[in-house]
C-alpha cells in the first residue's frame, strides 16, 4: 500500500510539473527587434563591398537609409578603409575634379524623420593596383532606431544589395 501511495504521488509531481510547464503564467512577449540586433539600440548596418578591386574608373555609389520607425532616427554613415579608418572628407581615389567622401566624423549624426529616406551619393574609388591608400572598403551605418540599409555600388549595371544588420 506504501508503494502505490508513493508511485501516485511520483506521477501526480510529475502530471503538474508538465502541465505548469505548458499552461504556467506567462508575461506578454516584448517587442521583438531586428533579426540579430539584440533588440536595441544602437543600431549598425554594413554594407560591403564598398569599391571594386582593379577598376580603373570612378563609377557611381548610393546608399539609401529608410526610417521605418514612428519617430526621428539619428544616424551616422561612417565609409571605412581596409583598417576601418573614416574616410569622410578624404578625396576619392581617380576622381576628376578631385571629390571628398561624405559621411560623418566622430561621433556626429543627422536626424533622418520618420518614414523618410536619406539617399547618399558619391563616386567609388580606383583600385589599380589593388590595395591603395584610402580605398573605402566598408559602409557602417549606426542608428538609434531601426531603419533599413541597402546599396547600389554599380558597376557594368546596377547592382543593389541590402546591406548587413551587424549581430550583437
Known amino acids: 500500500m506504501n508503494f502505490l501511495f508513493a508511485r501516485r504521488a511520483y506521477y501526480t509531481l510529475i502530471f503538474t510539473v508538465l502541465l505548469g510547464t505548458q499552461f504556467g503564467c506567462q508575461g506578454p512577449p516584448g517587442p521583438a527587434g531586428p533579426a540579430g540586433s539584440g533588440g536595441g539600440p544602437p543600431y549598425v548596418w554594413v554594407c560591403t563591398p564598398a569599391s571594386y578591386p582593379m577598376s580603373g574608373s570612378n563609377t557611381r555609389a548610393d546608399l539609401h537609409i529608410f526610417n521605418?520607425?514612428?519617430?526621428?532616427a539619428n544616424i551616422a554613415v561612417h565609409i571605412l578603409d581596409k583598417n576601418g579608418t573614416n574616410l569622410a572628407g578624404v578625396t576619392i581615389p581617380?576622381?576628376?575634379?578631385?571629390a571628398p567622401y561624405p559621411g560623418h566624423t566622430g561621433s556626429a549624426t543627422e536626424a533622418l524623420s520618420a518614414s523618410n529616406t536619406k539617399i547618399l551619393t558619391w563616386q567609388t574609388p580606383t583600385d589599380s593596383p589593388p590595395g591603395g591608400p584610402n580605398v573605402?572598403?566598408?559602409v557602417r551605418v549606426v542608428s538609434d532606431q531601426p531603419v533599413a540599409v541597402g546599396s547600389d555600388f554599380q558597376w557594368s549595371g546596377f547592382k543593389p544589395l541590402p546591406c548587413t544588420l551587424l549581430p550583437k
Do not use: E, I, K, L
Open 68 to 72: 521605418g520607425s514612428a519617430t526621428t
Open 94 to 98: 581617380g576622381t576628376s575634379p578631385a
Open 136 to 138: 573605402s572598403a566598408t
